[in-house]
């Protein structure tokens, strides 16, 4: 029995963003309106911004002043190899904006938190040209031949570009746009590792196709031939010659091959069909990661990068935000599952006296997970969690009432849709 999933997205049209205000008369914590007991938030999507804010605000308030490597805390794993130590930056920049650059993509208005998304979007522009001026205390760090970090995280800062091309493409000057077109080009000196590096190459290639620039085919076409060589099955890739059962399907493999192959098909360079069935993959592979979330909000701790937090579940909010999640889950599931796991996880103590996030899950006592390569700025994927701020907020997944999610009714004796393979 095949597992029921949407149809593909279609091109969405932005609408009037319209505040949803909250109930009165209900406990409050600042601008959150909560029940403890039972996680029935009423007004999820202001936590939320509270939320992005609060992680976002100390990166981009530093960056677009040219003071992220002036005044950022920047911690590095007790194991930590022997790359260069400047990489964390880059990450902790790169891999804020791909969560970001939805949300920055929504119109305007007189609403409080359209005060937050401007702001938010000025300092993310003029982050960029810091991050790519020669003559910045905040130029970032490109890497060399044996110092490959910086691919992985151009790749982040090309998604974000993709992502929001009205909110932070266009916007640019051309000086810093030619600046950023010849990063990307001269960063071609680095090979990736075979594994799901190889992603993070055909990534930013594919911004650059995007964009009408000469690109490296090979770095493209490799990456995604490889990585249809590496799926397994029931929605799951290895990530290199062996199986990992971690979270890197949805930290990387997943959504970037998607990413990558909707430009590629659009511009005709791939077979629609390609695109397609790695839709359906990951939907399939979204089904899973929501019935990880358990009823108390925790969820599945396994693998490396496990410090990366809600980063993992990228495929599911990226299918939460092109409306195409598999129909056997509701929007509002979504939401309220992942708030729940937010407020256990981002606790006074999973952030520094300053702000900036500790590395390790829950709190500041877990630093010895943190892996060889992780960082500060490392910790700063969890903000792809976050992608579903780019929906208004009258959309149903956050306009819709409380709704238990799959475990939640499993373990209260309710009613729940049946898991089964796929033969895709």
């Known amino acids: 029995m095949r597992m029921k999933t ?31 007991t039972n996680f029935q938030i009423q007004n999820d999507r202001a936590y939320w911004v509270d939320l992005l804010d609060k992680i976002a605000t100390p990166v981009l308030t530093n960056m677009s002043e040219g003071n992220l490597r002036k005044n950022m805390e920047m911690k590095y794993s007790p194991t930590w190899g022997a790359r260069n130590k400047q990489v964390g930056y880059m990450e902790a920049f790169g891999r804020l904006i791909a969560g970001l650059a939805p949300f920055l993509s929504l119109p305007d208005d007189a609403t409080g938190e359209s005060k937050i998304r401007e702001k938010l979007r000025k300092q993310a522009l003029l982050s960029l040209r810091h991050g790519f001026d020669p003559n910045s205390a905040d130029y970032m760090y490109w890497g060399l031949l044996k110092t490959r970090q910086p691919l992985v995280d151009a790749a982040y800062i090309a998604q974000a570009l993709l992502s929001a091309p009205v909110a932070l493409w266009q916007p640019l000057d051309a000086i810093t746009k030619q600046r950023i077109i010849h990063e990307f080009k001269t960063i071609r000196q680095i090979e990736p590792r075979n594994n799901n590096w190889v992603l993070f190459a055909a990534m930013i290639e594919s911004f650059l196709l995007s964009i009408g620039e000469e690109i490296d085919a090979t770095r493209i076409d490799t990456a995604i031939d490889i990585i249809n060589k590496w799926y397994v099955g029931d929605g799951w890739y290895k990530d290199g010659k062996n199986f990992h059962f971690d979270h890197y399907n949805g930290f990387v493999i997943h959504p970037m091959l998607v990413e990558i192959l909707k430009v590629n098909t659009a511009l005709g360079r791939r077979d629609i069909r390609e695109y397609e069935i790695a839709y359906k993959r990951m939907q399939r592979y979204a089904s899973f990661q929501e019935r990880y979330i358990s009823p108390e909000g925790t ?57 900036w996030l500790t590395m390790g899950l829950v709190g500041d006592k877990q630093t010895k997970i943190a892996d060889c390569y992780s960082n500060t700025g490392s910790m700063y994927i969890t903000s792809l969690v976050f992608l579903p701020l780019g929906l208004p907020a009258s959309h149903k997944f956050w306009s819709a009432p409380f709704a238990d999610w799959t475990q939640r009714k499993a373990w209260s004796g309710k009613p729940f849709e049946k898991d089964n393979p796929v033969k895709y």
């Open 6 to 36: 949407t149809k593909l997205p279609r091109k969405l049209t932005i609408i009037r963003f319209f505040e949803w205000f909250p109930k009165k008369n209900l406990p409050t914590n600042g601008n959150r309106i909560f029940d403890n």
């Open 299 to 355: 969820f599945l701790v396994v693998g490396r990068s496990s410090t990366y937090r809600l980063g993992a579940f990228w495929p599911l909010v990226k299918l939460a935000l092109d409306n195409a999640l598999p129909e056997d889950i509701k929007p509002a599931q979504v939401r309220c599952a992942l708030t729940a796991v937010m407020k256990r996880l981002f606790i006074p103590s999973t952030f520094t006296k300053d702000g």
